[in-house]
């Protein structure tokens, strides 16, 4: 399983990434080993999708990342996809 994620860092900027392990992904970011992530104060796990191959996840992340805020702030809403995957994540990271 592959899954492709949005955070959303210091309420203003949507980061975008795959990984085959979401929680252990969320606590690299959280721990600040990210080299895009760690200038951020906080972030949030705001959608999540699963796929069952890595050719898949790369194709959707490249679709996101080309997309406009408007656009990553609906999909971050629901308005645009099916997010699968932020409760449990949410759950580990203490909400």
Do not use: P
Not at 23 to 28: G, H, Q
């Amino acid at each position: 399983m592959w899954f492709v994620y949005l955070l959303l860092c210091d309420q203003k900027t949507f980061y975008i990434g795959i990984t085959k392990d979401i929680r252990k992904r969320l606590l690299f970011h959280q721990e600040k080993k990210s080299f895009f992530t760690k200038k951020f104060s906080n972030f949030k796990l705001v959608h999540c999708e699963r796929y069952e191959s890595k050719t898949e996840a790369v194709r959707r992340e490249k679709q996101i990342k080309k997309w406009s805020r408007v656009k990553k702030q609906m999909l971050m809403e629901g308005k645009l996809g099916i997010n699968i995957c932020t409760g449990f994540a949410e759950d580990l990271l203490g909400g």
